[in-house]
């Protein structure tokens, strides 16, 4: 049944059946090809690895939903793959499956950092005229654009493989070329702007114009480290007043506005209080609102704060009256970081009281910190105190 056929246009013509015994036809420029193209399509026939289906994308991307993301995922988790998966749609359509080749997958991940960044400048340009502040930090804003859209184009890109591989193990391709697409490279994006860390002096100021009643929360996101979720997932039973440490155990599901568990395991962790921090709490404890989840941090009425509500009304407005730039909350997470570096911690120990999952994590965001506190200390000054405190213990 399959055989090679010369057409009347002098190309070549291969007739198989495939592995449902359906006849299929390819067409090729010389006799050559024909012959390698049929023997290869029997050898995939016979082995069970030929091409089963004519599937569009998002065909496949609906087989993805409904076997993959229909399992415990967090609801942020899936609202990240959907994220990736809308870009994806938009690129490739119903294009067939079997058709997408490696250059597809490097012109989608082109493209989708390109779209990113140009989304990211009109952003700017419509904020400018009206901003004193945006205008005098237009060069460096424009530089950060230029190296932005890394982690979400190359968040995207993951999420292609996973769909080709899904393709692959249900035979509809038979290789996954986005595995052959590299992801951008980190190197080039933007690093930490460090003008979102908070000085010492300044975190004095943001202190002193608190509220009363704020500044608890305040002091606890500054020297704890917490994600926002975290802060307000604290219950009173995670504190323990003899060791000095509250326990990371779970955070607000900003989606949900439900407690959840945390991000990760690494991200269960134990977090030391300063001195101060905990005479803070001990008073707050006294006049905090009370209700059914017994919060750390509540709302006025007891129960959890919608994350939106307190940076609107109190976390922007004591930025403001202390004088200070406005920041995000997470900046104060990169402000604990950079405090502990500067204080000596290694990468391992400042990676385990953020909760990160692997110190490389770290060092990507924190790695240029880490750099200039070596080249403010001698180490040859060290590598000779060291020499002569060991030998005078007689070791």
């Known amino acids: 049944m399959a ?41 995939r026939v016979k082995d069970g690895t030929h091409q089963r289906f004519d599937i569009p994308f998002d065909q496949l991307v609906a087989e993805f939903r409904s076997s993959r993301l229909a399992h415990g995922l967090r609801e942020s988790t899936i609202r990240d793959y959907e994220e990736a998966l809308a870009r994806l749609e938009a690129f490739f359509g119903r294009r067939e499956v079997r058709g997408i080749t490696a250059a597809d997958a490097e012109e989608f991940r082109n493209n989708e950092v390109l779209k990113v960044r140009a989304a990211r400048l009109e952003r700017l340009e419509k904020r400018l005229p009206n901003s004193p502040d945006l205008q005098e930090r237009e060069s460096e804003l424009r530089a950060d654009i230029e190296r932005g859209g890394i982690r979400s184009t190359n968040k995207a890109l993951r999420v292609l493989r996973m769909l080709l591989d899904l393709a692959e193990q249900r035979g509809y391709v038979t290789r996954n070329v986005a595995k052959y697409a590299k992801p951008l490279s980190k190197d080039s994006g933007p690093k ?29 996101v500054i020297y704890c480290g917490l994600r926002v979720g975290e802060l307000f997932g604290l219950q009173w039973r995670d504190i323990d ?20 568990e945390p991000k990760s395991v690494a991200a269960r962790r134990y977090v030391d209080l300063p001195a101060e921090l905990v005479s803070e709490l001990k008073r707050w404890k006294l006049r905090c609102p009370t209700g059914e989840l017994d919060l750390v941090f509540p709302n006025e009425r007891g129960g959890l704060w919608h994350t939106s509500n307190w940076r609107n009304r109190v976390w922007h407005p004591t930025l403001r009256r202390a004088g200070l730039r406005r920041i995000r909350i997470h900046d104060a997470r990169h402000t604990f970081a950079s405090l502990l570096i500067s204080s000596g911690a290694d990468v391992v120990t400042v990676a385990r009281r953020l909760g990160h999952a692997n110190p490389s994590v770290t060092l990507d965001v924190y790695s240029h910190l880490f750099e200039r506190r070596q080249e403010s200390e001698s180490l040859g000054d060290r590598l000779a105190s060291f020499v002569q405190q060991e030998a005078a213990a007689g070791r």
Do not use: C
């Open 192 to 220: 930490l702007d460090e003008d979102v860390i908070l000085r010492p002096t300044e975190i004095v100021r943001l202190l002193d114009s608190a509220n009363e009643d704020d500044r608890p929360a305040l002091m606890t």
């Open 241 to 260: 007043w003899s060791s000095r440490r509250l326990r990371v155990q779970r955070q607000l599901n900003s989606v949900t506005d439900t407690l959840a």
């Open 3 to 43: 055989n090679v056929t010369k057409k009347p246009n002098g190309k070549w013509r291969i007739r198989y059946r495939d592995v449902h015994r359906k006849e299929r036809y390819e067409t090729f420029r010389t006799k050559r090809e024909a012959e390698d193209a049929l023997a290869d399509r029997l050898i």
